[in-house]
């Protein structure tokens, strides 16, 4: 799958696929869905592709390059929000009919990105220093520290965001029905994907370093 590649091309594509993913779930976060009577926001979708790569860095790469890649994700989703909000202000000319529904979409209120940005700090970190403590401990148990990672750093980034964000807004048994079901929707997710997250940290182990 990646034999043309070097595992310091890969780290540059992983980088690119990681800031991406990111700044696109802060993007459909606003808009939530009906799981089965379960309210989630639409972030879910592609927030656990962010936590496997997230995976897959630590594993293969180490906790320093994945904390590198996870600043790198934030400043360059700050940038991104920041754009957004000058594009909002900035008047449109009159034949510019779309005004309300771009600013619906990309506006954000300030709450929830200070939720998003300390929760996407705190859970990815977790997620990223388990990987490692967890590798020193038993480095063949792959599938328990992909999955207790993601479990814990999906769990406290839903526990910071959805408090931050939601609190006083709706009930609290309601509030406590999203953490609990967005933690366990995205760790679900991973396990399922598991057996493509374990073949592509295994193709890129095997690749050269330059």
């Given at each position: 799958m990646?034999?043309?590649?070097t595992k ?26 009906d799981f089965?009577?379960?309210v ?7 927030f ?11 594993e293969?790469?180490?906790?320093k ?25 900035l ?20 709450r ?9 700090l ?27 990672s ?12 959805i ?7 709706m ?38 370093e330059?």
């Amino acid at each position: 799958m990646f034999e043309n590649l070097t595992k310091t091309e890969l780290y540059a594509m992983l980088t690119g696929v990681f800031t991406a993913c990111l700044i696109i779930s802060n993007i459909i976060a606003g808009k939530t869905f009906d799981f089965f009577s379960i309210v989630l926001h639409c972030g879910v979708i592609i927030f656990p592709i962010i936590y496997i790569v997230n995976d897959i860095l630590a594993e293969v790469y180490g906790y320093k390059k994945a904390r590198n890649v996870i600043l790198l994700g934030f400043l360059m989703n700050l940038v991104a929000v920041i754009c957004y909000n000058v594009t909002i202000i900035l008047p449109a000319p009159a034949f510019f009919e779309n005004s309300e529904a771009f600013s619906t979409v990309l506006g954000s209120t300030v709450r929830l990105l200070i939720a998003s940005f300390i929760a996407y700090l705190a859970g990815s970190l977790v997620n990223a220093k388990l990987m490692v403590k967890l590798k020193k401990w038993d480095e063949d148990k792959l599938f328990l520290r992909c999955i207790l990672s993601t479990l814990f750093g999906e769990g406290l980034d839903a526990i910071i965001f959805i408090t931050i964000g939601f609190l006083g807004t709706m009930p609290i048994e309601v509030l406590i029905i999203m953490i609990v079901a967005q933690a366990l929707f995205k760790t679900v997710y991973e396990i399922i994907i598991y057996p493509l997250t374990s073949y592509v940290i295994g193709s890129v182990k095997a690749l050269p370093e330059n």
